[in-house]
């Protein structure tokens, strides 16, 4: 059985993080036909040259955003920095990985158009054909489309990867209202930044341009960096600015490494009862203590970055309660909050950006304010990137499909009644209340298997989990899926449908209480589960389906929190897995 299972064919769809190492573990797994397929010319996602905006720095710190496999270069100017990876140093880091360990295995310039599964022929009752997954491509440069058929299929498109316009600001808008100037979405900043420059003439010019920037996220401050940094005048409009951590030096290890803001944050499934995680959680004090904690880190991270009393920068997405996090670490004159410190970067908030004036040349706002602009920067966030490639007949049929909360949402709820759970803040929770299909998710066990297909044992998802450690996760939950595909006996997995769709709605009723209404924020492709800081304990419960040791970074009851956690704890989980597989063939 386990041969045959090795013989068949694997898609990966995507070359991120997600898919590099979903096909690097599967190969190295022994799979014989393994395949990655990318709309891209290089690897990397995310982090591929064709999307590197320029002077792009991510919220991880050097060595949290790897694969156990491959050691990373420092990153550039370090010190600068405060350690923080710069883009260059992740498009580095990908195209290296997969030149190393997967070269001749990856189709670039292919764009997948259209996923679905060959159906048994009932009049015969033959069983699902062999190949039963047929996926319809076009190649970017010739636009010839053909069909490419496989046995198994794992997802790796992530949520990053589609951009979402509002419907007044998009550029088929911009067109109908005559707006002369540049308007494009952050995805394709790199390709648009000549234009850009060019249409908005620096504050020096006799006559000098404007660009708005729409959007409060990590991808706005980028932007409006980028353009102060070369002297153009730049306003940023928002009506919540995402939360933010900085620290006026760089944090220790223990900190910014370790479990600690994991158990500051709370798990859906706790690996031990240490008291005082019970305590912190569970009790009115603990509750307490654990928000004045988080409370007490909003406020320090606005005063290391300078953000003043009155910004409209302090009206963010709240740090405990939503998914809406940037981690800047130590300020820099030459990054967001130091250019608008410095006055280089106008804020225009709250506000909302409605449409374009009809002089071609500015944007209106919510309340009939007009912004001159030579130039618009959509950073408005990015939709599904599964519902595009998939008809609705599938997608149901997988168990991808979003839907309302089951009749046993209430009582799911009641587990997870703890103290510091129980008064829900911020714009998620005001979203939840307006708006009804906020609450809305789809039933897919431990964020890889839809819990429809769990006992097909021939798709799965990595990339789908929102988490602040993605190499970690990622890593860890290829290893799953590769025991998945080759039915490993020791990989505990539901035995039946209705196990697994009750174990992922139950899921479902944690995060709808821990991040409310960030089901409805979060993109179907990126919300598959919504480990966030808490990525240590999801981490051990797939160590744990696989019968392998958790808390790899030892200590004793007291000191485990603060152990810094490294992938050298994974970098063996192949040769761990084999073992396994060997005593479960002894025993047998």
């Known amino acids: 059985m386990d041969s045959f299972e090795l013989e068949k064919s694997i898609c990966v769809i995507g070359s991120g993080a997600a898919g590099l190492i979903s096909a690097q573990v599967l190969v190295q797994d022994g799979f014989k036909n393994v395949e990655v397929i990318t709309c891209d010319q290089s690897p990397g996602g995310t982090w591929a040259e064709e999307r590197m905006y320029p002077e792009l720095k991510i919220n991880n710190v050097y060595g949290e955003y790897r694969f156990s496999s491959l050691p990373m270069p420092p990153p550039t100017d370090t010190t600068k920095s405060g350690g923080r990876l710069g883009g260059e140093d992740m498009r580095l880091y990908m195209e290296s990985f997969a030149d190393r360990f997967l070269r001749g295995k990856l189709r670039y310039n292919t764009i997948v158009t259209n996923i679905r599964s060959a159906k048994p022929d009932l009049s015969t009752l033959s069983s699902p054909p062999s190949k039963r997954w047929i996926i319809t491509v076009r190649d970017r440069n010739t636009g010839e489309e053909s069909q490419l058929r496989y046995d198994r299929v794992v997802l790796c498109t992530g949520g990053c990867s589609t951009p979402k316009y509002p419907v007044s600001l998009s550029p088929e808008a911009a067109k109908v209202k005559g707006f002369k100037g540049p308007v494009f979405h952050s995805l394709d900043f790199k390709k648009n930044v000549d234009k850009l420059l060019k249409a908005v003439q620096p504050q020096s010019d006799p006559n000098p341009g404007h660009a708005v920037v729409i959007g409060g996220g990590k991808s706005a401050w980028d932007a409006a960096a980028y353009l102060a940094n070369r002297g153009r005048k730049v306003s940023v409009v928002f009506e919540t600015s995402d939360s933010v951590m900085g620290t006026a030096s760089p944090l220790p290890e223990f900190v910014r490494k370790s479990r600690l803001l994991a158990v500051l944050s709370s798990s859906r499934i706790i690996n031990t009862r240490l008291e005082y995680v019970w305590f912190l959680h569970q009790t009115w004090l603990g509750s307490k203590i654990t928000h004045f904690v988080w409370n007490r880190l909003a406020e320090d991270s606005f005063k290391a970055l300078g953000v003043p009393k009155d910004s409209p920068l302090r009206n963010t997405h709240s740090l405990f309660w939503g998914l809406r996090l940037n981690d800047e670490g130590v300020p820099s004159p030459d990054r967001f909050f130091g250019l608008v410190k410095d006055g280089k970067i106008d804020l225009i908030a ?239």
């Open 350 to 588: 709250p506000a909302r950006a409605t449409g374009f004036g009809s002089d071609g040349s500015s944007v209106i706002l919510g309340d009939g304010r007009v912004i001159a602009a030579d130039a618009v920067v959509l950073c408005t966030g990015f939709q599904s990137s599964w519902t595009d490639i998939f008809d609705k007949e599938t997608y149901e049929e997988i168990g991808l499909d979003v839907h309302p909360p089951p009749p046993e949402d209430k009582e799911y709820r009641k587990e997870y009644a703890y103290a510091s759970l129980a008064n829900p803040s911020g714009t998620g929770a005001l979203l939840r209340q307006l708006d009804p299909t906020a609450e809305n998710a789809a039933a897919i066990y431990r964020g890889i298997i839809p819990a429809k297909s769990i006992l097909n044992r021939d798709f799965a998802v990595n990339g789908s989990i929102f988490t602040t450690n993605p190499g970690y996760v990622f890593e860890i939950c290829a290893h799953w899926i590769a025991s998945y595909f080759r039915r490993d006996p020791f990989l505990r997995v539901p035995t039946t449908v209705e196990a697994a769709v009750e174990d992922a709605e139950r899921n479902n009723s944690w995060l709808r209480v821990r991040f409310p209404g960030m089901l409805g924020w979060a993109n179907d492709s990126y919300s598959a589960d919504m480990a966030m800081l808490g990525w240590p304990q999801l981490a051990d419960t797939l160590l744990q389906d696989m019968d392998l040791p958790i808390m790899r970074s030892g200590g004793n009851w007291f000191t485990w929190p603060f152990k810094v956690l490294d992938l050298k704890e994974i970098e063996y989980l192949e040769e761990e897995r084999i073992a396994k597989r060997v005593q479960h063939t002894t025993r047998a």
